[in-house]
T-cell receptor, first 115, second 113 residues
Framework: GAGVSQTPSNKVTEKGKYVELRCDPI?????LYWYRQSLGQGPEFLIY????????DSGLPNDRFFAVRPEGSVSTLKIQRTERGDSAVYLC?????????????FGSGTRLTVV | QKEVEQNSGPLSVPEGAIASLNCTYS??????FFWYRQYSGKSPELIMS????GDKEDGRFTAQLNKASQYVSLLIRDSQPSDSATYLC?????????????FGKGTLLTVNP
């Protein structure tokens, strides 16, 4: 596609529920990143995929968070047993190759609200 | 903990003035530096990148880098009301993880007509 697409744009869920957030990167981009942005903060790194594999998942806050990219294109961020502290905007970015020198293109984000 | 510090603002300038945004970083090994613009309710948009000491100009924007002082700045000349946004400074991480960016909290810029 022309840009990074994220769905849904907004998600409201109850505490304890499971949610999935989807990211469709720019066609041909092998690198995909998930970031989380809380109110008044800059984006924080969660996970980086190169192709199908998670090259670095050191930013995932705990084992309730998991992400997959089974075919090297679309990625899904999964959050189990959601907590109110998970409320944030989840941003996906992609780049042609790994490495910041190629620049990130962010999607429009998914605003997650846990009530 | 690798940190990127920005003055949260708000920074208010009149239309036509020069806006100066500053950023310091703690990771001395960082090699890539970026400025993103984020309008309220929107996602960050890359506007400048800089990798070498000195100045880099692109239209009304100039990025300045001083690695010895661990300092990055963004100048916006002839500021327009449409430049009103939060400006995020981002720095890569040394030690092999050059795909990971650390962002500052951002500086809110308001350009008054």
């Amino acid at each position: 596609g022309a840009g990074v697409s994220q769905t849904p744009s907004n998600k409201v869920t109850e505490k304890g529920k499971y949610v999935e957030l989807r990211c469709d990167p720019i066609s041909g981009h092998t690198a995909l990143y998930w970031y989380r942005q809380s109110l008044g903060q800059g984006p924080e790194f969660l996970i980086y995929f190169q192709g199908t594999g998670a090259a670095d998942d050191s930013g995932l806050p705990n084992d309730r968070f998991f992400a997959v990219r089974p075919e090297g294109s679309v990625s899904t961020l999964k959050i189990q047993r959601t907590e109110r502290g998970d409320s944030a905007v989840y941003l996906c970015a992609s780049s042609l190759m790994g490495g910041t020198a190629y620049g990130y293109t962010f999607g429009s984000g998914t605003r997650l609200t846990v009530v | 903990q690798k940190e990127v510090e920005q003055n949260s603002g708000p920074l208010s300038v009149p239309e036509g003035a020069i806006a100066s945004l500053n950023c310091t970083y703690s990771d001395r090994g960082s090699q890539s530096f970026f400025w993103y613009r984020q309008y309220s309710g929107k996602s960050p948009e890359l506007i400048m990148s800089i990798y070498s000491n000195g100045d880099k100009e692109d239209g009304r924007f100039t990025a300045q880098l001083n690695k010895a002082s661990q300092y990055v700045s963004l100048l916006i000349r002839d500021s327009q009301p449409s430049d009103s946004a939060t400006y995020l400074c981002a720095v890569d991480n040394s030690g092999g993880s050059n795909y990971k960016l650390t962002f500052g909290k951002g500086t809110l810029l308001t350009v008054n007509p």
